[in-house]
């Protein structure tokens, strides 16, 4: 039976990279088996510490957050992990507030905290979230990616 690759999306903001890493290091096998992109820092973070290879997109302050948003929108994130700080600063709100308006019109499992990111990884290795591809249908090039042999 073929594996689906899912494609992993993590944001850790700063005070919150440690429990991402450590969240990480926990489910390493599971996250090994599927592929990987989070912001510089939080990618380089998780990548150091777990050894799993990591796509380093944009840094936050740059652009990673809208670089993940623009996946989701066109269905190249299965599922996201967002550690968050809660913040009343309105571009860091603003920036939030569109990334899960993407993943809620695009269907994406989002994980903002500890529990829920356990709930989701555990669903991901059970292959519970394999539904996706039935109804998020992928193009013939991402269906090609990840289907593994």
């Not at 912001?39 to 799993?52: I, Y």
């Not at 929108?73 to 569109?98: C, G, Q, S, W």
């Not at 993407?102 to 269907?107: A, F, K, L, P, Q």
Request: aromatic share 6%; proline share 5%; hydrophobic share 40%.
């Amino acid at each position: 039976m073929p594996v689906v690759l899912m494609e992993i999306a993590l944001i850790a903001s700063e005070t919150k990279r440690e429990l991402m890493v450590q969240s990480c290091i926990a489910y390493c096998g599971v996250l090994a088996k599927h592929n990987i992109c989070a912001p510089k820092m939080t990618g380089r973070f998780v990548a150091e510490a777990t050894g799993l290879p990591v796509e380093e997109l944009l840094p936050d302050s740059e652009g990673g957050i809208q670089q993940i948003a623009s996946r989701v929108a066109y269905d190249e994130i299965d599922v996201l992990l967002y550690f968050r700080e809660n913040t009343e600063e309105p571009e860091a709100m603003l920036k939030d507030a569109m990334l899960m308006r993407e993943c809620d019109r695009s269907n994406i499992p989002t994980a903002t905290n500890i529990a829920t990111a356990e709930a989701v990884i555990t669903a991901l290795d059970r292959g519970d979230l394999d539904w996706s591809n039935f109804i998020n249908p992928k193009s013939e090039y991402n269906h090609a990616k990840k289907v593994k042999i």
